[in-house]
């Protein structure tokens, strides 16, 4: 079975680049034909679709948080990492990763981490 676990800062100041990395067990990263996302979700809403990384390495973005979103991978350690930057008080959420064959859907999903962004 495939589990996902989220890592990374849970305090981030305005204006700083909030960094988490999702850690795979169970299945490879580069296994075809996944796709491993980034989601959130802000206090009392639905969840967002941040980005993406293929199982090719192929990235996609959310067009609403393309110039501040960045997801990389690191094949070796099978973690994939966001980064999103400039952050303002708008992006304290609770953040998710995931795993889907189609861009949006999901079979695994990680318990989340709570990010707060704080003056």
């Known amino acids: 079975q495939v589990q996902l676990q989220e890592s990374g800062s849970g305090l981030v100041k305005p204006s700083q680049t909030l960094s988490l990395t999702c850690t795979v067990s169970?299945?490879?990263?580069?296994?075809?034909?996944?796709?491993w996302s980034w989601i959130r979700q802000p206090p009392g809403k639905g969840l967002e679709w941040m980005g993406a990384?293929?199982?090719?390495?192929?990235?996609y973005y959310s067009p609403s948080l393309k110039s501040r979103t960045s997801i990389s991978r690191d094949t070796s350690k099978n973690q994939f990492t966001l980064q999103l930057s400039s952050v303002t008080l708008e992006d304290t959420d609770v953040y998710y990763c995931?795993?889907?064959?189609?861009?949006?859907?999901?079979?695994?999903r990680g318990q989340g981490t709570q990010v707060t962004v704080y003056s």
């Open positions: 995931d795993r889907g064959k189609v861009l949006g859907s999901n079979d695994y």
């Open positions: 169970g299945g490879s990263i580069t296994t075809n034909y996944y796709f």
């Open positions: 990384i293929a199982y090719s390495g192929s990235t």
